[in-house]
Nanobody, 114 residues
């Protein structure tokens, strides 16, 4: 499976950004998918996940600010990020939840300026 993230960039604190992740292959719709992030000097962490039925879960640091969604017809998962904070600055990746070991893409960098 190939995962390609997009939508990152520079945004001011308090702003919003929408990330997209396009997945190749027809297996997308049968797996829970997640958004992960890795900030400089920190371990990669799960930010949000959505299962095949549409149920979602979020990390404590993003609850109430981020929304994960998926479009199985387009093999795409989205992350709507609102009320962004400088501590949200990181490279954001998508992958299965739990992740496929060899499917990590390049990620997309989100930089939140204060």
């Amino acid at each position: 499976v190939q995962l390609v993230e997009s939508g990152g960039g520079l945004v001011q604190a308090g702003g919003s950004q929408r990330l997209s992740c396009a997945a190749s292959g027809s297996i997308f719709s049968i797996h829970a998918m997640g958004w992960y992030r890795q900030a400089p000097g920190k371990q990669r962490e799960l930010v949000a996940a959505i299962n095949i039925g549409g149920s979602t879960k979020y990390g404590d640091s993003v609850k109430g600010r981020f929304i994960i969604s998926r479009d199985n017809a387009k093999n795409t998962v989205y992350l709507q990020m609102n009320s962004l904070k400088p501590e949200d600055t990181a490279v954001y990746y998508c992958n299965r939840d739990p992740p496929w070991r060899d499917a990590w893409g390049q990620g997309t960098l989100v930089t939140v300026s204060s």
